[in-house]
């Protein structure tokens, strides 16, 4: 029987809201690359949020035995890739993540609903 695959996100998705981060954007890409099944989108006020919120996602799992492939971008704190092979998160800092606009460059990739997984306040 394999895991609910919503409830495995979950954990991710408190783990990002941990720190307060902002404005997550949940995307379902099974169907469109074959390196991941789930990008999980969020940002940091500041650089130092960025890196406390990457911090504190990747502290968190590693407490549950969830350690990731690889993390890219924490000395910088503009963007930082937490890499746990089907999950992929990434903390931007906003105005580095409004350059990217990774929603726009993954726009046929439909997006998760986590209204019930966390609690953003």
Do not use: N
């Not at 408190?14 to 307060?20: N, R």
């Not at 379902?28 to 650089?47: I, P």
């Not at 971008?73 to 963007?79: A, L, N, R, S, V």
Request: one cysteine or more; hydrophobic letters at 40%; a negative charge.
């Amino acid at each position: 029987m394999t895991q609910d695959p919503m409830a495995s996100l979950k954990r991710f998705v408190d783990a990002v809201f941990g720190k307060k981060a902002e404005d997550l954007v949940v995307l379902d890409v099974r169907a469109l690359t074959s390196y991941a099944d789930t990008f999980v989108l969020c940002s940091g006020r500041s650089s130092r949020q960025v890196i406390a919120i990457a911090e504190h996602i990747r502290d968190t799992l590693k407490k549950e035995g969830i350690r990731p492939l690889s993390i890219e971008g924490m000395t910088e704190g503009h963007w930082v890739l937490l890499d746990y092979g089907h999950i992929i998160i990434h903390v931007f800092y906003e105005p580095v993540r409004r350059f990217y606009d990774l929603e726009g460059l993954w726009i046929d990739a439909k997006r998760i609903d986590c209204s019930d997984l966390g609690d953003p306040s």
